[in-house]
């Protein structure tokens, strides 16, 4: 009996990016991203406290981020099973982001991999987000997991 899962994508959107767009950083979107979030941290929203903390001035949530559309983003079309569900993300940070930064995001699939446990065969795949600002600087890159399988397990 072989465990192996048989499964088809599209290797040729692996690892390649495209360009998703540029949205800007604006007073009004950081306001209502603060406002509909309830977030009080003094580096998003003190002027002063931010002027003392490690970035010397105001800065953004990187959960802003995550509100920009992706839609033109690759797609492997996976087909495996019947049934697809978002499995996870992640975010890295990795500078900051203030207001009047220009962000652009690249997108591209990762990997696409099997796992075999004990409710049978699901396919994974890994989609991730590069976050530049106006100097070409990474400011974050997320990950978000989507798994594929036969509903009700095997």
């Given amino acids: 009996m072989t465990t192996e899962a048989t499964f088809e994508y599209d290797a040729s959107v692996i690892g390649v990016e495209v360009p998703i767009g540029t949205f800007d950083?604006?007073?009004e979107r950081v306001a209502g991203y603060l406002q509909?979030?309830?977030e009080t941290n003094p580096l998003y929203t003190d002027e002063?406290?931010?002027?003392?903390?490690?970035?010397?001035?105001?800065?953004?949530?990187?959960?802003?981020?995550?509100t920009v559309s992706m839609a033109g983003a690759p797609n492997a079309k996976v087909k495996f099973g019947n049934f697809s569900m978002h499995s996870g993300q992640r975010m890295e940070v990795v500078?900051?982001?203030?207001v009047g930064d220009a962000i652009?995001?690249?997108a591209d699939v990762k990997e696409v991999y099997?796992?075999?446990g004990r409710s049978g065969t699901m396919v994974f795949e890994v989609r991730?987000?590069?976050?530049?600002?106006?100097?070409?600087?990474?400011?974050?890159?997320?990950?978000?997991?989507?798994v594929h399988r036969q509903a009700g397990g095997g």
Wanted: hydrophobic share 35%.
């Fill in 25 to 27: 950083i604006t007073p």
């Fill in 128 to 146: 991730r987000n590069t976050f530049r600002n106006q100097h070409g600087e990474t400011v974050a890159v997320s990950e978000m997991s989507m």
């Fill in 48 to 66: 002063a406290a931010a002027k003392e903390g490690p970035y010397g001035g105001l800065v953004v949530p990187p959960g802003i981020l995550q």
């Fill in 114 to 116: 099997a796992k075999t």
């Fill in 104 to 106: 652009s995001v690249a």
């Fill in 36 to 38: 509909a979030t309830g």
């Fill in 95 to 98: 500078g900051p982001i203030r």
